[in-house]
């Protein structure tokens, strides 16, 4: 089985400096990973790139040849991905071994992960070719300065959540920019009536019902909690690694492969005092 990060968000949520701390991570751990890029538009990478997007279909070229704007090239250009899952991507797996660790870099447009089935697709391929995936959604923390933005991020994840139907974990990211930690903490663990009372004080009173359901879906099912990131620190980098690979059970084959063992094989301690 190989393993997958799918590693999305909306632009300059900091997504690629994610991939690239978290591969200079398992370099330093000695943890062998493979980032992949999905993104047609990207220029600079600060990781090795093991795979690229751009190779199949760069945004440039579709709108020098189309005319489309950035937006629409981009959707363009993932749409030519999810016609080419047969051929290019596969193609692509094959340089890998049978449980390779990928992650995948990808674009940021919201509408990608949100209701365009394109990457919804991809990851389908990538579990017939029996790989376990995870999403990480990445969110800036800087973004999240009042509760009508903390709701509108929770939405968002929500629904990139509800359209890939992956295990999905939400990290805050550019926590080291954050210069009042105590204005992020109000909402890694919210409490309800207290969400409740600052959007009914931001809002129309129009909108309570509407607020209170927002309230109770956050606090009674659960569905959307963040995990803060600050890339200074190798702690934060390994916490975040470990939430992920709960999620894909990454290693737990280790585990099966040494209960596998006869205990009885003469060859097993051969050689030992």
Known sequence: MGYAQLVIGPAGSGKST???SLYQHCQTIGRNIQVINLDPAAENF?????????????????????????????????EHLGENLDDWL??????????????????????????IPVLKNFVEHLQRKNF???????LDSQFITDVTKFISGCMASLSA???????????????????NKRDIDDYLNPEPQILLSEL?????????????ALAE??????????????????????????????CIQYGEDVDVK??????DDPDIGAGSD
């Open 18 to 20: 994610y991939c690239s």
């Open 46 to 78: 600060d990781y090795p790139v093991a795979a690229d997007i751009r190779e199949l279909i760069s945004l440039d070229d579709v709108m020098e040849e189309l005319g489309l704007g950035p937006n629409g090239g981009l959707i363009y250009c993932m």
């Open 90 to 115: 596969t193609e692509e797996l094959e340089n890998f071994l049978d449980d390779d660790y990928l992650v995948f870099d990808c674009p940021g447009q919201i509408e990608l992960f949100s209701h």
């Open 132 to 138: 376990s995936v995870c999403a990480v959604y990445l």
């Open 161 to 179: 959540m509800i359209q890939l139907g992956l295990p999905h974990v939400n990290i805050l990211s550019k926590m080291d920019l954050v210069k």
């Open 200 to 212: 009914n004080l931001s809002m129309a009173p129009r909108f309570g019902k509407l607020n209170k």
């Open 217 to 246: 879906l956050v606090d009674e099912y659960s569905m959307v909690s963040f995990v803060p990131l600050d890339l200074r620190k190798e702690s934060s980098i390994r916490y975040v690694l470990s939430q992920i690979d709960n």
């Open 258 to 263: 040494v209960k596998d063992f006869d205990p």
